[in-house]
DNA sequence: TTGTTTTATGATAGAATTATTATAGAAACA
DNA sequence: TGTTTCTATAATAATTCTATCATAAAACAA
């Protein structure tokens, strides 16, 4: 489960993100002020920091640096509306994204999602139906046995899995995979690494279930 | 139908962009420095403009400070990758975002799409009365099951979307699915494949209540 | 009404897309 | 080095889509 670290010292808005992040199946944890964040963060792994710019004590920038020259995680700010001035500094300190408030839920969500997927900051372990990629170990397996993927097969798998639920075109994939620069690979050759890849995870690799065909579009893991 | 202004200067970035907007159902219209953009844009409306930083005739930082002055409209810059300094000018200059190139095309729709959420634009799932649309997944469904359009369907579906209440030609359709460039499709094709198209999303074919004809005119999706 | 134009429908050959099988050469590794 | 596995491609099959034709129906104008 992806875990957020809250850093917010408005106790209703916490109250209200704590419960909506947890429906949508985040696991949050919340900090009012920069001593506690720090705390939190030195004793467990979070996937995610959401760091209000304005807290009582201190503000948002110093847990912001102080959180990244520590760990690797990304860190989204929430910021006063049309404050350039916070945009600015947190992309400085490397912030991953800043949403304005007010926000909406769901764009907050959505930005949450797509940092996530950009920074490949999930967990490390997905799961895909009875298939599980742990991507710190560097291998798919299911019922714990190892699934044996080529380098490139396995390749291919973390594409679908940054962009789950995502219809990933074959143009896509060609560049995700082969890192196309004027490079001339053969379109089927990606057909054919789709077919490996289905014959090793689905059961039936007559009729996938985890990467289905989008015809006319590419393929889509939404499983 | 969501037009983007791109000005950018190196002609390959420019023509795989444009082809790649295209499918994804944007109408594209390019220049390639500041004074070509600036008169596009006082001829025609945008709806967004894609910006690169490092433009031969000025620079995009000019042209952007232009347009925003003049126009309401969403500016995203393309940065040179870390490139910190672009990025910050860019968000005193009121750009909506930046995206570092390299970038995969899907990150870039979906930075398109989310700016064009946030300012009261698109977002990625259309609600056409019990049918809706998912751009991300590529995927239209009634009820949860997908009605498994063609290629050529989805994509009639999307101008349609993106032109939600407007009339829209048959010669204005044809170019936009068959980008007709002295081609010569049969006019008929396109009837045929409204037939089509409303065969799988209507639910009394013969009674449209999503795509209607508009006799002498052409078609209007305005549900 | 009658004729004309526009739109709808059904059928179909050829095209395009995706799937499958096989294989030569490259790369990895002992 | 030799062995094994992997990679890219080719050739071919299976499937689905596309564009078109022919014809019917509907809307309109005289």
Redesign the pocket.
């Known amino acids: 489960m992806t875990k957020i670290l809250l850093v917010e010292d408005d106790k209703s808005i916490v109250t209200n993100l704590v419960e909506f992040l947890t429906e949508e199946g985040f696991s949050v944890k919340s900090a009012s002020g920069q001593s506690g964040a720090l705390e939190l963060a030195e004793k467990e792994h979070f996937d995610m920091v959401l760091l209000d710019v304005s807290l009582a004590d201190g503000n948002g920038f110093s847990v912001c640096s102080a959180i990244k020259s520590e760990y690797d995680i990304p860190v989204i700010f929430l910021t006063a509306s049309g404050d350039e001035y916070s945009t600015v500094t947190g992309f400085e300190l490397g912030a991953d994204d800043y949403i304005p408030k007010p926000f909406r839920p769901r764009e907050l969500i959505m930005r949450i999602r797509n940092i996530l997927r950009l920074t490949g900051g999930n967990g490390s372990v997905t799961q895909l139906g009875d298939v599980s990629v742990d991507t710190v170990k560097g291998v798919a397996t299911r019922d714990g046995k190892d699934l ?1 993927l ?4 396995y390749r291919l798998l973390l594409v679908f899995i940054n962009n789950r639920g995502a219809v990933l075109s ?1 143009s896509q994939l060609l560049e995700a995979i ?1 890192d196309i620069a004027g490079e ?6 990606l ?2 690494y ?2 490996r890849l ?1 014959e090793k995870i689905e059961k039936d ?2 009729n996938p279930t985890i990467i289905k ?6 393929y889509r893991v939404d499983i």
Chains 1, 2 share one sequence.
């Open positions: 044996y080529s380098a490139l097969e074959r082969w001339f690979v053969n379109d089927n050759t057909t054919v789709i077919k289905r690799p007559q065909t989008v015809r006319g579009l590419g």
